[in-house]
């Protein structure tokens, strides 16, 4: 994946470290509390706020950490009322104790 970024950033002239794993976590709240496809859509809107605000890894990780809290906050009030459905086997959202199917 580094290779891929280096590339990505090299083609779009952007030069800046990229919290890999911040962003990941990031777009995983988002993509299993909110909606799959609101999670790169999410990611680019982190990037443009950032850019929105000065840019930098600083403008990154707080843009990031708002989503992210979004999200969290998001999947609490938005969650349907009932029981809370069984993650699906090999997903890494089983249960503690849990063995995978």
């Not at 002239?13 to 890999?20: A, C, E, K, W």
């Amino acid at each position: 994946m580094k290779d891929w970024l280096d590339a990505a950033k090299a083609e779009l002239g952007v030069d800046i470290d990229i919290d890999v794993a911040g962003l990941l976590d990031m777009t995983k709240v988002v993509a299993h509390g909110v909606a799959r496809p609101a999670a790169p859509l999410t990611a680019f809107l982190v990037g443009y706020a950032a850019a929105q605000t000065g840019g930098g890894p600083a403008a990154v990780a707080e843009a990031n950490r708002r989503a992210a809290a979004l999200a969290e906050r998001w999947t609490t009030e938005h969650r349907p009322p009932g029981p809370e459905p069984e993650p699906e086997p090999g997903t890494g959202r089983e249960r503690a104790g849990s063995e995978p199917a």
